[in-house]
């Protein structure tokens, strides 16, 4: 089993910033890759980056420029630079682990944290 701490979640402006982290524990030495989901109300739950095991990145499109992520192998965390927030960018964030057991992946979710973008 893995673990999945998130924190770093809140109020901000638009246009202001937040960063989040993803803390992992458990039995991570096979994870292939983290990331971070959001789901706004009334909304499908959506990917906004992943960050693989060989440290490549990918982002929807409508974070890019925007949003970073970012990872430490040896802390076990991930974390999410938010810059340039607009209120479409308010949902939950999810912190995500998952790895391939041929022929399922197999995932993991965090508890999720409130961003709020709001005047």
């Known amino acids: 089993q893995v673990q999945l701490v998130e924190s770093g979640g809140g109020l901000v402006q638009p246009g202001g910033s937040l960063r989040l982290s993803c803390a992992a524990s458990?039995?991570?030495?096979?994870?292939?890759?983290m990331g971070w989901y959001r789901q706004a109300p009334g909304k499908e739950r959506e990917l906004v980056a992943t960050?693989?095991?060989?440290?490549?990145?990918n982002y929807r499109d409508s974070v890019k420029g925007r949003f970073t992520i970012s990872g430490d192998n040896a802390q076990n965390t991930v974390w999410l630079q938010m810059n340039n927030l607009k209120p479409e960018d308010t949902a939950v964030y999810y912190c995500?682990?998952?790895?391939?057991?041929?022929?399922?992946?197999?995932?993991?979710w965090g508890q999720g944290t409130q961003v709020t973008v709001s005047s």
């Open positions: 458990g039995s991570i030495f096979n994870i292939d890759a």
């Open positions: 995500n682990a998952f790895r391939i057991q041929s022929p399922v992946r197999i995932d993991y």
């Open positions: 960050i693989t095991s060989a440290g490549s990145t």
